[in-house]
């Protein structure tokens, strides 16, 4: 497998470049805008500028249209700017005129989650999954493309196969994509082969968008040292914990968070990564109540493991972090039985959308986690019942 590249030491500033258009309001793009700037902070970059233009659709040529573009470049010069990163994706074509204009390196959306992920796998299986959504992703985009990068090397979206494995033809990377496969397939039937000894077990699997809080709460429950940080995608590898509530015995995992716009490419990767999700008895769905468009990240779950074709699953919703809704939303001079009102109106709205199959908590602060488990606990064992009811001892 092509060995990764290590980011220069120097960091990278960047510009980040949306367009208003079709049905993506000037309010949803800078929302979009933020989080690409939160992608680019955690791949190691700095957001110096953002540039927006309302266009009717992307120019084919550019992506951009001419006058924003000599303002794009004009900037890029006088500043001294390394990266310019666009929300959406690029076509080869967009790509390469981008750069052959800016004279930096240009990257998307798609690209720069790549990066991101590239910097992240731990595991033999993490790495070979992106290894081969990189390759698919630069597959069309071969042609010329390492005349301009041999002066660019390290750095963001320069992790991952190196030049001698993908510079001579589309048949060595096509044959190279084979054998990364072939070496998944071999890693997914080990997985498998684990899986099917924990067939004893009922199975929890944490989903929900990145940055949500997954990891926290899965330290809180099995209560063991699992990774956290406040970056997105934090967690790349499916971790698994053998928790007990009471005297019952369960399965957690926490995978993967998911996000708007992610690369196609990387989804088909992880499909076997998420087989952990596909194959639990019950989701625990998390949720970030404090972000302002939660709704939306909800969305996206859903969304997404409706592509997976994860069919319907006992789900239990978490509103997470909320500590940080109410320091956010609430002012400080607000009674307290004000606060309490709404934040019922809220807990009322949600169980009826949910079929009362939702729980409010913050996982950092500890408040509401022993309703959690005893819910947890509920499920589970009644999942037990129906599966292995001479199993009555775990009761």
Known sequence: MAELIETASKQETAILVGLIYKDQTEERLDEYMNEL?????????????????????????TFV????????????????????IFDDDLSPTQQQNLEEELKVKVVDRSLLILDIFASRAQTAQARTQVEVAQLKYLLPRLKGMWTHLERQRGGIAMRGPGEKEIETDRRIV???????????????????????TRGQYIRVAMVGYTNVGKSTLMRLLSKTDVFVEDKL???????????VLGRTPLLLSDTVGFIRKLPHHLVESFKSTLDEVR????????????HPQFEDHIN????????????????????????????????KYLENEVKDEILEDLKTTWQERTENKCLFISATKKEGIEELRER?????????????????NFF
């Open 37 to 61: 700037a939160f992608l680019a902070e955690t791949a190691g970059a700095q957001v110096v500028k953002h540039f927006k233009q309302k266009l009717p659709h992307p120019k084919k040529r």
């Open 300 to 331: 996206v779950v859903n969304k997404t493991l409706k592509d997976l074709k994860i069919g319907e699953k006992n789900t239990l919703t978490i509103f997470n972090k909320l500590d940080l809704y109410r320091e956010r939303y609430f002012d």
């Open 279 to 290: 194959e639990a008895d019950i989701l625990l769905h998390v949720v970030d109540m404090a």
């Open 233 to 243: 995608f934090a967690t790349l590898d499916t971790t698994v914990r053998k928790i």
């Open 174 to 196: 096509k044959d190279t994509i084979s054998r990364l496969r072939k070496k998944l397939e071999t890693i997914d039937k080990q997985n498998q082969t684990q899986r099917k």
């Open 376 to 392: 947890l606990l509920a499920e589970v064992q009644g999942m037990y019942k129906i599966r292995f009811p001479y199993k009555s």
């Open 65 to 84: 249209g001419v006058g924003k573009l000599e303002e794009i470049a004009t900037y890029v010069e006088e500043k001294e700017i390394d990266l310019v």
